[in-house]
């Protein structure tokens, strides 16, 4: 069976999450919203998913001869990868241009079309360049009792660091899951709700990340989730696996954020080793912070990290639409940087016709 169809029949077991388990909402407004996209997420989620893969239509930014940043809405062909370069400090490295990288997908050298480049310093005009989408899973469960007040004083201090964004989704989660997404001009309303939850229940981490990534799967722009979790998931009916597989298909970056110090040590070890896979996979990084202040570098780094991602986009010249996993690698070319570290996604779903391959 092609990959695209067992990748559909995870995203069936997604919508199944979203009948299932109670997705509810703080007011009848965002209600209204989510369900029209719910709705036409439910009939659409399954075609596109085998007939497109991932490669879907998206808004990018093509730099012209003079350095400028051209804007573009292009078709589903285009494949698009976010690429955070870093030293051997993991400071992140800016400046490069599209020549200082190769990009090679099953072994054939590829063609990008379509680049930009982040800019650390860009502060509040960072949307300017590629719309920034916020996302924050935020762990509610009766397990997250003693953790929960650092908690939010990390998610509120990072939110009002991040005012480019133009949108915040908060899904928050115990045995429930609860979806709202925010403009950028209702942030003390988002900072009343993450106020508001106090913990309870059980875990259902990997439903809520799916649940996230059915919601955010047609938008463009960059998009980042912050994941707030003790990692020790208790409730959901996605497995993990399930999740790896739609994490390894969606252009979402993952920071899981994983308070652990409360946890029994037999847990420890297996819930630090998923938080880093299900963040790695995504190109994204894991972090186990002890404090307030620990999560304030934290912050720092990831702000930083956000505004420094190169955005590389091409037109595969396989054309074969099999569905088939796409194995793709990103290398910097210059000499001098033969030290850097690169983390991106490790690849992509081909789209999928029936009867092509």
Same mark, same amino acid.
């Given at each position: ?7 559909? +029949? ?9 009948? $299932? ?9 965002? *209600? ?7 709705? $036409? ?15 879907? @239509? ?9 350095? +400028? ?16 370069? !870093?030293?051997?400090?993991? @400071?992140?490295?800016?400046?490069? !241009? ?10 054939? &050298? ?11 310093? =860009? ?7 590629? &719309?920034? /989408? ?30 480019? @964004? ?14 709202? /997404? ?13 106020? /508001? /939850?106090? &913990?309870? %229940? ?20 960059? #998009?980042?989730?912050?994941?707030? !979790? ?10 993990? &696996? ?36 299900? $963040?790695?996979?995504?190109?994204? *990084? ?21 505004? =420094? +991602?190169?955005?590389? %986009?091409?037109?595969?010249?396989? !054309? ?12 910097? #070319?210059?000499?001098?940087? #033969? %030290?850097?570290?690169?983390?991106? +996604? ?12």
């Amino acid at each position: 069976m092609p990959e695209a169809q067992l990748y559909a +029949r995870v995203w069936v077991r997604v919508i199944r999450v979203i009948r $299932a388990i109670r997705v509810s909402f703080p007011d009848r407004r965002c *209600q209204m919203v989510q369900n029209r996209h719910n709705d $036409a997420m439910r009939r659409a989620l399954l075609v596109s998913a085998v007939l497109a893969g991932v490669a879907v @239509a998206t808004t990018v930014y093509r730099a012209d001869a003079v350095g +400028r940043q051209q804007r573009f809405h292009v078709g589903v062909d285009l494949v698009h990868f976010s690429v955070i370069v !870093t030293d051997k400090q993991g @400071a992140p490295i800016t400046g490069l !241009t599209v020549e200082d990288f190769e990009l090679v997908e099953e072994g054939k &050298p590829q063609s990008i079309t379509y680049f930009s480049e982040g800019d650390p310093d =860009a502060g509040n005009r960072l949307a300017e360049v590629l &719309p920034l /989408r916020l996302g924050l899973a935020l762990d509610t469960s009766g397990s997250m009792d003693r953790d929960i007040n650092d908690v939010r004083t990390g998610v509120i201090k990072f939110l009002l660091a991040n005012q480019a @964004a133009v949108d915040f989704t908060l899904v928050d989660f115990d045995t429930e899951v609860r979806v709202t /997404r925010y403009g950028p001009d209702e942030t003390e309303r988002l900072i009343e709700r993450i106020r /508001r /939850r106090k &913990p309870d %229940g059980w875990t259902a981490l990997y439903d809520a990340i799916g649940v996230y990534l059915h919601s955010v799967g047609a938008v463009d722009g960059q #998009k980042i989730l912050l994941v707030y !979790t003790d990692g020790g998931d208790t409730r959901s009916e996605l497995t993990f &696996p399930d999740l790896l597989d739609l994490l390894k298909s969606n252009d979402v970056t993952v920071y899981s954020i994983g308070y652990l110090e409360n946890q029994p040590a037999s847990a420890r070890t297996l819930q630090q080793t998923q938080l880093q896979r299900m $963040a790695s996979i995504t190109g994204g *990084q894991a972090f186990f912070p002890t404090s307030v202040k620990d999560l304030e570098k934290i912050y720092e780094k990831i702000q930083r990290e956000i505004a =420094a +991602r190169y955005s590389l %986009g091409y037109l595969s010249n396989d !054309t074969r639409k099999d569905g088939a996993w796409r194995k793709v690698e990103i290398r910097v #070319k210059r000499p001098e940087l #033969k %030290g850097a570290k690169l983390r991106t +996604r490790g690849g992509y779903f081909a789209p999928y016709r029936a009867g092509s391959h």
